[in-house]
């Protein structure tokens, strides 16, 4: 069995080159969605994901991951997405 897991994890990292290679050579020339995303279990951050590849691409602007935040939360009541929206225009603005 723990060869057979070795075996995968060699895929794996075999495969992981691959998409580095063609997010290398895509032209990112299809658009872009701003989007959270996880770079590690428990931080979500917006950023701009190439439509072609799903790679990252820089320069998210402050008011795309202020509509992200607010688009992907979800909240209870009127009063709770105000304030929400509230905090996040004042933790972007400083």
């Not at 202020?66 to 972007?92: M, S």
């Amino acid at each position: 069995m723990k060869e057979r897991i070795n075996e995968l994890y060699k895929i794996i990292e075999k495969s992981n080159k691959e998409i580095e290679k063609i997010r290398k050579n895509c032209k990112h020339d299809k658009g872009y969605t701003v989007n959270l995303y996880s770079w590690r279990l428990g931080s979500l951050n917006p950023e701009r994901i190439c439509n072609t590849c799903g790679g990252l691409l820089p320069g998210v602007t402050k008011e795309e991951a202020i509509e992200c935040e607010i688009e992907n939360t979800t909240f209870y009541n009127e009063d709770d997405q105000k304030q929400f929206e509230k905090d996040v225009k004042l933790r972007y603005n400083n």
